[in-house]
């Protein structure tokens, strides 16, 4: 009776002790439930401003949550941390810069009151760790690079996103700390866009050479592999920059003449030369440049646009910025490839919305009284998939680009992540 | 003999660890009652440490007991976060607790002893890795109970006894100090309140190594009864008072290189920090690479972050434990306890720093720990005149409650199982020997304090505490 006593409690006691073993369910549930899903349980996307959500050459929280890495972080149903940038109106702050609400005046207009800090900061709110590591003016080498390390990048003002949004770290320094599982990258971009932003003389010849990108972008991709945590991902192509709104082909603004009597435009603005069935290199005119031509003429002084100035892409320059990116996404393309990951060309996507005027204007939108804008200027200067810097996407593009990602995951891994929501 | 008396206390010293009571108690004072998992306040060992575990047992006592022994543990435990499902490991050593008593029978009524004890106190140790540096990757508590006892056999079935406890009580905390949670001064021409990782820093970012030292003595009381009702059946009980210690000693601050520097020019307020200013050299004294700015966080004399003096106030609770035993037959005996500790005195921690004007030092922790019951239960077998052997098991509730389970002491419900033996070596020597083994309910816990010394709550819990450990007790005694 006694031995059985104890047999009763030690019975007991193991089923105690058992369980006590079975601790998983008081672990937070990760793992979206759909086909597929355990891929998407840590999701990193490297990039850059296009990434980080920048629109209207500004940044802050209610344009960070529109970027389409954090829609498709949403339809995946997974934890997704970014650097929130301070959006308290209350408060005064409006963003990091706050977003330009009109292009045309000098200086640009933006959010806020002129006496509201240049900088909101970020929110007092910290992600533990960031998922969108993501930061406006990466290029690939600063995807690489400390910050300080040679080869150093050429100094640049969105330098100060790499204290602000990274903490002084790089982009794969963070994404490490986050362990993923899946990540997309897009990145570039800025490896050519100097071509078209940079308001120097002779920016038009400011691009990575394509075999320098092709050795950075794969060591790059090397320090992924290292991870030994990704299980797969999606490689996004650079966007052929020609195409972006705030630079117009030179045929445009010749044909913008005729309704601007003062306004002259040399007929070296309408070189071109074909290079494909469908591209066609033009003769490129940067807003920066043209704007303050059209704006003089428009308030009749006397004003011609050459396009032999330095300040305007020329064909040659153009072929070689086209020819360039061509071979910036072949090789990302093979990195792709090399690893089965998904591949997304975006020039397609761009092309159509060329089409379509609405979308994206071949000709910037100038109020025809800049006193008294009309709503067209001010909304949707360059089209409505631009936002209003003619160089960033649009909510309604970032959410385009999240949808047709999500499609080409879902195919390429046969997945079955929900729609946008 | 005084050179003898300061090795006991160096000895003691290095005794803390995350142990087999509830919060930071530790009850594992004998390895004799370690095999009885801690029962005996009804029918103590006969080692002397009657003086803990049932202070009116020393009565009746039959010339004298002298007993060493030490207990060895071998603590596991880690934290397994819920995002990335990776653990950290604890970092504890082996660990080493001794114990002394002393126990002399005076008169067939009166018996008197001396013990060394310690009924509280704790270890936890992290490596630097861990997020959970930044509440504490090495804390120590420590408190050595000095007791001297007088038992006295009132009736034949009642006897009465009590001790005053002298208690040396030290803590040691270790922490970093993350730049994340860091507030910029307002020197900076920044709103107050704001903080590094407004300006990005991020979380992770150790910049200072804080070590907290202090040590106060102070007196508690411990008394118990003894209830012989027959021959078989006896009962016992013992309240032992709080102790509280108001600590003073010393805080010392060491910056820890970030390696993080400018990446360009940086308008805060009317000041412009210039790209390329390091910012372990803008914590610091005003350099030429900062544009002349420097916050002199570390400056031995005026610096937040200079040597400085420390208060804080820890209560080791007041505790009872009753109980019964039971001699079946055939030299059974059974044995059942049950204790109950006032956890709930451990409510606030105030870490005061009395000469920083700023304010940024000091910090409050809400604990509140709630009340905390224990079950014991053992049975016992003296073989022959050479051997007894033993066992038990017992379970005792968390005193943490939900969201206070913490770097500091990620403690929860256990179920701890003992055996044990005795075997007398010779006509005057006996050997013990015991081992527990403690297996605790994994629990959810966080890492992080609350910032600006708010309460924290449940939300904050970001993983997963996992401890077991193996205890190892053997002690020598002598009759005399």
């Not at chain 1, 792709?336 to 609405?358: E, G, K, M, Q, S």
């Not at chain 2, 594992?28 to 029918?43: D, F, I, L, N, P």
Request: charged share 15%; with cysteine; glycine share 10%.
């Amino acid at each position: 009776m006694t031995h059985r006593r104890i047999l009763v409690a030690g019975g007991l006691s193991l089923a105690l002790l058992a369980a006590a073993c079975h601790e998983d369910e008081l672990f937070t549930p990760l793992t979206p439930s759909y086909k597929g899903g355990a891929m998407f349980t840590r999701y990193v996307s490297f990039g850059n401003s296009i990434t980080a959500g920048f629109q209207s050459f500004g940044l802050n929280d209610s344009l960070q949550r529109l970027a389409y890495p954090v829609l498709l972080a949403r339809a995946m149903g997974t934890t997704f941390y970014y650097p929130s940038i301070n959006y308290v109106p209350t408060a005064n702050l409006f963003g990091c810069p706050s977003p330009i609400t009109f292009i045309f005046s000098n200086p640009p207009t933006r959010l806020g009151p002129p006496a509201a800090p240049p900088c909101s900061l970020r929110s007092p709110i910290i992600p533990p760790y960031l998922n969108n590591v993501a930061f406006p003016g990466a290029d690939v080498l600063e995807l690489l690079n400390t910050n300080y390390a040679p080869p150093q990048p050429t100094p640049a003002a969105t330098d100060a996103y790499k204290l602000f949004l990274l903490g002084g770290r790089t982009e794969l320094q963070r994404a490490r700390e986050v362990l993923p599982t899946f990540v997309t990258v897009w990145i570039g971009n800025n490896d050519v866009s100097g071509a078209i932003l940079d308001t120097s003389a002779n920016a038009g010849t400011d691009v990575t050479p394509p075999a320098t990108f092709t050795a950075r972008f794969n060591a790059f991709m090397d320090s992924l592999d290292s991870f030994g945590t990704i299980q797969g991902g999606l490689l996004i192509g650079v966007v052929q920059i020609t195409g972006a709104p705030y630079v117009s082909q030179g045929r445009a603004y010749f044909a913008a003449q005729a309704a601007i009597p003062t306004m002259t435009v040399l007929p070296n603005c309408l070189a071109f030369q074909p290079l494909t069935a469908t591209d066609t290199a033009f003769v490129y005119v940067p807003f920066h440049y043209g704007a303050p031509i059209v704006a003089r003429a428009a308030a009749g002084v006397a004003d011609t646009l050459d396009c032999s100035d330095s300040h305007v892409i020329s064909v040659a320059e153009a072929v070689n910025i086209i020819g360039t990116v061509v071979q910036y996404n072949a090789a990302i393309q093979q990195a792709a490839v090399a690893r089965d990951w998904a591949y997304l060309d975006p020039n397609p996507i761009l092309r159509t919305f060329a089409a379509d005027t609405n979308r994206i204007r071949p000709f910037p939108h100038f109020p025809p009284n800049p006193a008294a804008p009309d709503s067209i200027s001010v909304n949707a200067p360059f089209g409505n998939a631009a936002s209003r810097d003619g160089v960033h996407p649009s909510s309604s593009t970032q959410r385009l680009i999240a949808q047709i990602l999500r499609d080409s995951i879902n195919v390429h891994y046969n997945a079955a992540i929900p729609p946008i929501p | 003999m005084r050179r003898s008396v300061r090795y006991a206390l160096v000895l003691f010293a290095g005794f803390p660890a995350l142990l087999g009571a509830q919060g930071f108690g530790i009850y594992e004072q004998g390895a004799c009652s370690m095999g009885r998992a801690g029962t005996g306040v009804a029918a103590p060992c006969s080692d002397g440490s009657a003086i803990f575990f049932s202070p009116a047992g020393l009565a009746g006592l039959t010339g004298g007991r002298a007993t060493i022994g030490v207990t060895l543990l071998d603590v596991e435990g880690g934290f397994t976060d819920d995002i990335l499902q990776q653990e950290t490991r604890l970092d504890d050593p082996f660990l080493a607790i001794p114990q002394v008593y002393v126990a002399y029978g005076v008169t067939p009524k009166l018996g008197v002893g001396i013990g060394l004890f310690a009924p509280y106190g704790l270890q936890t140790r992290w490596p630097l890795s861990f997020d959970g540096r930044f509440s504490g990757y090495d804390n120590i508590l420590r408190s050595v109970y000095v007791q001297p006892t007088v038992s006295y056999q009132v009736t034949p079935w009642l006897s009465l006894g009590g001790g005053v406890d002298v208690v040396f009580g030290s803590v040691e905390l270790n922490q970093r100090l993350d730049l994340a949670d860091a507030p910029v001064p307002t020197a900076l021409g920044v709103p107050a309140g704001t903080l590094f990782s407004q300006f990005g820093i991020a979380p992770g970012t150790d910049f200072a190594d804080t070590h907290l030292e202090a040590s106060k003595t102070t007196v508690a009381g411990h008394f118990g009864a003894l209830f012989k009702v027959n021959d078989r059946l006896s009962f016992g009980a013992r309240f032992m008072t709080q102790a509280k210690f108001d600590y003073s000693g010393t805080a010392s601050f060491t910056q820890v290189p970030t390696g993080l520097v400018v990446p360009a020019d940086l308008t805060v307020g009317s000041l412009t920090i210039p790209a390329g200013c390091p910012i372990d050299a803008l914590l610091t004294a005003p350099a030429a690479s900062c544009g002349g700015i420097g916050l002199n966080l570390f400056n031995p004399s005026a610096g937040v972050f200079r040597s400085q003096p420390v208060t804080t106030t820890i209560k080791n609770p007041s505790q009872m434990a009753l109980g019964v035993a039971y001699k079946v037959a055939s030299g059974w005996t059974l044995l059942g306890d049950y204790q109950y500790t006032w956890w709930d005195s451990f409510n606030e921690l105030d870490i005061v720093f009395p000469q920083d004007a700023s304010g940024a030092l000091s910090r409050k922790l809400f604990e509140r720990y709630d009340g905390t019951s224990g079950f014991r239960f053992a049975a016992e077998w003296m073989k022959d005149a050479k051997w007894t052997f033993r066992g038990g098991y017992l379970y005792h509730g968390g005193a943490a409650p939900a969201e206070t389970v913490t770097p500091l002491l990620p403690e929860g419900n256990r179920n701890e199982f003992t055996a044990g033996a005795t075997v007398k070596l010779s006509r005057g020597l006996t050997a013990d020997l015991a081992y527990q083994f403690i297996r605790q309910n994994d629990r959810r816990g966080r890492t992080r304090e609350a910032l600006f010394n708010q309460p924290a709550t449940t939300g904050l819990n970001n993983g997963l505490y996992n401890f077991h450990a193996h205890l190892f007790g053997v002690s020598l005694g002598y009759a005399f």
